[in-house]
């Protein structure tokens, strides 16, 4: 099946800071999220990206289909940006029905004041 | 506008005891639902999904079933829980392809 890897596995910043998450998949996907789990454990959608660029607030996501990558940015960085940030593909050969979503093992993001 | 519930939200079980774990979508129909699991070290996995009433896949051999009576409810069971089975269950369900979850049960098995 479908691999999907994030880096970097942790990931600290003061609080104002910028970074930048990565997303690789081993295959072509039909679906592409980013989830920002909480520390209560909720999953909260950022963005459904397939391909292209979208952008939200201070928050932005490339994913470049042919190489196989999705990035997601964090601008200005806040405490409460602060939780792990998942990774989630739907193979194109799963698609049609079933729209199964294969995770990555997430970032965890720590934002310091 | 579609909310997903689950409940409960905290379970702390014995071992061999049974489970059930409900989950609720309002605001549609017909939605494909999903029941996954997040144990310790971060990742999900997927261990049921549904694209209608009565049709349930396994992804994951295991000690646990999932049934939908109605459209718009799913049901994670067992009938003998096991300490592996301690996690966090995450009910989602899907709309144009952008899936949508649930708050999710903390389960412990002692």
């Known amino acids: 099946g479908i691999q999907v890897e994030q880096s970097p596995p942790d990931l600290i910043l003061q609080e104002g800071a910028n970074s930048t998450l990565r997303c690789n998949f081993s295959d072509s996907v039909n679906n592409l999220q980013w989830f920002h789990q909480n520390p209560w454990g909720q999953l909260i959608n950022l963005f459904y990206?397939?391909?292209g660029t979208k952008q939200n607030g201070r928050l932005s996501a490339t994913t470049v289909a042919t190489e196989r990558y999705s990035l997601l940015y964090i601008s200005s960085s806040q405490t409460t940006d602060s939780g792990v940030y998942f990774c989630a593909v739907v193979a194109i050969a799963d698609q049609g029905g079933s729209e199964k979503l294969v995770f990555g093992k997430g970032t965890k993001l720590t934002v310091n004041p | 506008s579609q909310t997903i519930h689950q409940w409960p939200a905290t379970l702390v079980q014995p071992v061999g005891s049974p489970l059930s774990l409900e989950c609720t979508v309002e605001?549609?129909?017909?939605?494909?639902l999903y029941w996954y699991r997040q144990a310790a070290g971060r990742g999900l996995q997927l261990l049921f999904y549904?694209?209608?009433?009565?049709?349930i896949s396994s992804e994951v051999p295991q000690n646990l079933s999932a049934s939908r009576p109605q459209d718009r409810q799913f049901i994670l069971s067992s009938k003998k829980l096991l300490l592996s089975d301690s996690g966090f269950y995450l009910c989602?369900?899907?709309?144009?392809?952008?899936?949508?979850f649930g708050p999710g049960t903390r389960l412990t098995v002692t």
């Open positions: 605001g549609t129909s017909n939605p494909n």
């Open positions: 990206i397939p391909s």
């Open positions: 989602a369900w899907s709309f144009r392809g952008e899936q949508y």
């Open positions: 549904s694209v209608g009433i009565g049709q």
